[in-house]
């Protein structure tokens, strides 16, 4: 009884109610383009590719914790990379959002679990998976009982709106969960995608000194390296906690395939695949901009990750269908908060091609 009572408290997986939209774009006679979800689409970089292929006799079981070589590059590519210098605490996950999903049942998280206003939708499954109760707030030291508050997820750059937070607003974070031992947990995944200005990562040495305790950092190679299938990432911070995390992990046989730590490794090392394909997003980003601006939207925030944050002031939904009337499926506001039904998400992640198809279509409006 008590499985289904947990799974009942559940949301639908949201993707289930975008089929209709998902069939009327397909009927468009030049095919659907799709920019609902950010699965890349370029591929894989010849030398992780290689990687791959030259660890793939390896017969045994990996270790969770990860390679040395691969614990090595994780820490390094944060110094040198994120201003993020001597993390001692790394731990490589299959694919972040697992780690996500599970991070509050594996840290015992039985009160409180903040999540952003507008929020992947992971982060309110991971509290209920847990048997936490969810509260919405980009503020979490406005909130009463901070006593009851295990966790604050924050995520900068935004999934969905690309909104970056300031090294004001992340310093202040850190104080306030420092004063009320508050676990903090940032979802950076869009880190190395900054069109406009900086984003920090909440183990800079500017947002948290040298003092990580109770900060753990998220991470994914899906984004900035083409690697969604590869299922690689890793969490980084608080010794303490990613040596919790690590014990909770083995028992659970929660491992990295060795395979995929040789590929991970030889991603985090090659800083050149990374701005290649940056510049890729960059030029697909500025077509759709232009074209959703020309076609009467207004763009907001958006100014780092994969996505466009936009609104035309009518209902989400509304617009999801008159995208896919013209064989465009777009993702609605209304997956990732109350407060955004008034706006779609369009991703970076189509090819060339689709993306410039898109500005066609959009130019017939």
Known sequence: MARIALNSTLPDFPWNTLAPAKEKAQAHPEGIINVSVGSPVDPVAP????????????????????????????????????????????????????????????????????????????????????????????????????????????????????????????????????????????????????????ALSVLDERVCGDNRRNLIAIHSLSKTSNLASYRAGFLAGCQGLIAELTELRKHAGLMVPGPIQ???????????????????????????????????????????GLYLWATRGEDCWVTVDWFAQRGILVAPGAFYGPECTQFVRVALTESDERIDAFATRLGSH
């Open 47 to 198: 030398g992780i590719q290689l990687a791959l292929m030259e660890a793939s006799t390896a017969p045994g079981y990996p270790q969770t914790i990860g390679t040395p070589e691969l614990r090595q590059a994780i820490v390094e590519s944060l110094s040198r990379r994120y201003n993020a210098h001597d993390v001692r605490g790394v731990l490589p996950v299959i694919g972040t959002k697992e780690a996500i999903a599970w991070l509050p049942t594996l840290l015992g998280c039985r009160g409180t679990v903040v999540i952003p206003e507008i929020a992947y939708p992971t982060y309110e499954v991971a509290a209920l998976l847990a048997g936490a109760q969810p509260v919405r707030s980009d503020s979490p030291w406005e909130l009463d009982n901070p006593a009851d508050i295990d966790l604050v997820f924050v995520n900068s750059p935004s999934n969905p709106t690309g909104k970056v937070l300031g090294e004001a607003h992340l310093k202040k974070l850190v104080e306030w969960a420092r004063a009320h031992d508050v676990i903090v947990a940032s979802d950076e995944c869009y880190l190395g995608l900054v069109w406009e200005g900086e």
């Open 262 to 304: 040789a590929a991970m490794t030889a991603a985090l090392n090659d800083d050149d695949q990374e701005a290649a394909q940056k510049l890729r997003y960059a030029a697909r980003r500025a077509v759709l901009l232009r074209a959703l601006v020309e076609a009467g939207f207004e763009v907001v925030d958006s100014e780092a």
